[in-house]
């Protein structure tokens, strides 16, 4: 049944053919409407419906580029884990908006465990890892602990 492109649905209602273009997108996000149609089976009138109807609805958040990081000059990435010294919801919440902020900062994931969080950083070298932890994290009162670890590669998932 096609989805009129105002048809905004919780995620819970989204049906196998949703799930289909969803996952076609998400291993390439610039297929082409036909190529993608024929890929889950429907026609492509109805495939740009529902793409629409799952972007309206926030089931599609955008489309980007995937950039080689060494190809803008920061080959060295990280996965730098904090623990903060104190957990009150202002300071988290302040530790998170700073922390999207700092230069060469990909990604902010807020865990449970041990640590609080973990940033996915990308440098220039190891001595500019080094001084993006002394410089912006060693330095935070926030910060209690930090734990840096080198990613050697990264394989990217279907989800």
């Not at 840096?148 to 989800?159: D, K, P, W, Y």
Request: net charge negative.
């Amino acid at each position: 049944m096609p989805v009129a492109p105002n048809d905004v649905r919780p995620f819970a209602a989204l049906d196998d053919t949703d799930r289909a273009i969803l996952a076609e997108l998400a291993a390439d996000g610039r297929l082409p409407n036909n190529a993608l149609a024929e890929r889950v089976g429907v026609a492509p009138s109805t495939c740009l419906t529902r793409t629409r109807a799952l972007r309206e609805c926030g089931a599609i958040r955008g489309f980007h580029a995937e950039v080689d990081p060494a190809a803008v000059g920061l080959p060295l990435q990280a996965l730098v884990s904090v623990r903060l010294a104190a957990h009150e919801r202002a300071a988290v919440d302040a530790f998170r908006a700073r922390s999207v902020r700092l230069p060469g900062v990909v990604s902010v994931f807020h865990v449970a465990g041990a640590e609080d969080y973990v940033l996915h950083v990308r440098a220039a070298s190891g001595d500019a890892l080094r001084d993006f932890v002394l410089d912006h994290l060693a330095v935070d009162p926030a910060v209690q602990h930090t734990q840096t670890s080198l990613i050697f590669e990264r394989a990217r998932g279907m989800g």
